[in-house]
């Protein structure tokens, strides 16, 4: 050792090496646990996000299905058990791959006027100690379908879907998907599930009747002075309406469109995509909120305010979702209704990730779909769709294809529906409204942490 000390003070080089060794190492170091105490940190604070978020979910999924239990048995307070059976009623809750990851309690009370309140409590099982509870109460004028997803025809809920809300046919519905909301049918087969959340039978909704009553109350409400008619676009071959954030609408004129081939060497053309427009003038929503548009209708944009439009009640008419259309927020002051006897297009030039919050009814011979285009073109494959708010039509939207092995080829690779709960509060203008009360938003009203 004294000869280490004394080769080192007669060796300058070695001297400072020691010194840049000895430091720089204890400044790695402390960088080092400094990056870690970081990372655990942001780790944690990630997962604490998450799980806060599915426990929220697991919550309000409580409230969910309690109001869909009240909408089909409004005198049923104890969850199918005898009257007067103490609650709360607890029911597992199952992810999207089928694994129950936790639990919600049901509370159902009744106020001196007979308005009814659900009150749910959720938690993780593996995080016991942290619960929310949500209430919601009832309210006056909600939509008359309290379902994300309402057909007329058969249909399969598919593993190319992502359902967050109820689901209702008046056929045969095939569910190969597990689910965490009531769907209801005629008949239910298929290898999803929980079966226990399939009901069937069940009474039709008469999409007849439906039509033709929405029809005469819509026209009967643009033709008042407080409605609004926009008439055909002479020289014309559509309409683009464009909402505005800022309220209303600016209307364009479509003068010509731009086709796009299919899958087959071009042996059809799809002309859905706007070409050339020209501007028409800024338009208020009319008082009473109905707007009557002749002719086709494109329609993209933020809604601020309470409007619905519908297109010619002529069947060949109908709308192009051509981009997004969003609420300007979730306040309940923003809702947005589609109603047509025609289709419901998504053009080829739409969005790779596309949102439409409204009301989409077609409740004739029509569905929401996307046309099938020459793999060749850039945009004959899209990324996502997700549609919050509802959809009523003849049957379930088509906006994903794939071969018979299985493999996609054009649409949307991921579609997503989801249930707006402020439909449960207010509908579109001229639309049906539920006969009775309707149950508000989910409220928060507290969330316990137990050391």
Known sequence: MQNLLTQLRFNTKGSSLLLVLVFGSALLLSLTLGLSAYGTMVLRHNTQITKHAQIREIAEAGTTYYSWVLHNNPDDLWDGNPPGTPGPFVHDYTDAHGNVIGSYAISVTQDENDATSIQSTGWLH???????????????GGFAFPYILTIKNPGILSSDMQISGSVHSNNTLTCNILINQEIQANMIQGSGGPAELWHSPVPPIDFVGLRQDTINTLSSMAEHDEGLIIPAPHGGLGWHV??????GFDLYKVTSRECHCNQHNCSRSYCNTIGNEVFVGHYDFPENGVIYVHNYVWIDGV????????????????????DTITKKDNSGNHILGLFT???????????????????????????????????ALEKNTRNSFHLLGTYIASSLPSLKHKTNAGDFYSGYQTVQYTFDPQLLEDAPPGFPKGQGSRFGAPIEIDEHIEI
């Not at 409007?307 to 010619?312: E, K, P």
């Not at 009301?359 to 099938?372: C, E, G, K, Q």
């Open 341 to 375: 006897r025609g289709f419901l297009i998504i053009p080829y030039d739409s969005p790779n990730n596309m949102t439409i919050e409204a009301v989409l009814m077609a409740p004739s011979i029509s569905r929401l779909f996307r046309n099938i285009y020459d793999p």
């Open 303 to 322: 809604i601020n305010g309470k409007a619905t439009f519908f297109t010619n009640p002529n069947i060949g008419y109908g709308f192009f979702l051509n």
């Open 126 to 140: 593996n995080y016991p100690n942290i619960k929310k509870t949500f209430k919601i109460t009832q309210g006056e």
């Open 242 to 247: 464009v909402l505005l954030e800022t309220g």
